[in-house]
Nanobody, 125 residues
Framework: QVQLVESGGGLVQAGGSLRLSCAASGRSFSFYSMGWFRQAPGKEREFVGA????????FYGDSVKGRFTISRSDDKNTVSLQMNSLQPEDTAVYYC??????????????????WGQGTLVTVSS
């Protein structure tokens, strides 16, 4: 069974940092782009970032660029999201995703192949 499991969510004060991790199981995602979306209450799912496997290129949503960093380990089948300078508007459920398509188009699509169950990040002011 193909599965993505997120961890690392929680409560943090504004200006703080948090690191999310996503562990993939059931198959290798070494040829897949991996990344993150988020969804705040009452809002549409938003692209956060993605990372390629072959060249390590990264792509970020405009609202997180410069504050968030994606990394991956194909040996461990994991992808991480380092979030710095968090603000209350970053409060959302964060979803890990994997898809064979280029991370450059992830901001335009929502029908990715594999999704995690999500982890809640709450940033207090």
């Amino acid at each position: 069974q193909v599965q993505l499991v997120e961890s690392g969510g929680g409560l943090v004060q504004a200006g703080g940092s948090l690191r999310l991790s996503c562990a993939a199981s059931g198959r290798s995602f070494s040829f897949y782009s991996m990344g993150w979306f988020r969804q705040a209450p009452g809002k549409e799912r938003e692209f956060v970032g993605a990372i390629h496997s072959n060249d390590g290129n990264t792509f970020y949503g405009d609202s997180v660029k410069g504050r968030f960093t994606i990394s991956r380990s194909d040996d461990k089948n994991t992808v991480s999201l380092q979030m710095n300078s968090l603000q209350p508007e970053d409060t959302a459920v964060y979803y890990c995703a994997a898809d064979p398509r280029s991370g450059s188009i992830w901001r335009f699509i929502r029908n990715l192949e594999v999704w995690g169950q999500g982890t809640l990040v709450t940033v207090s002011s």
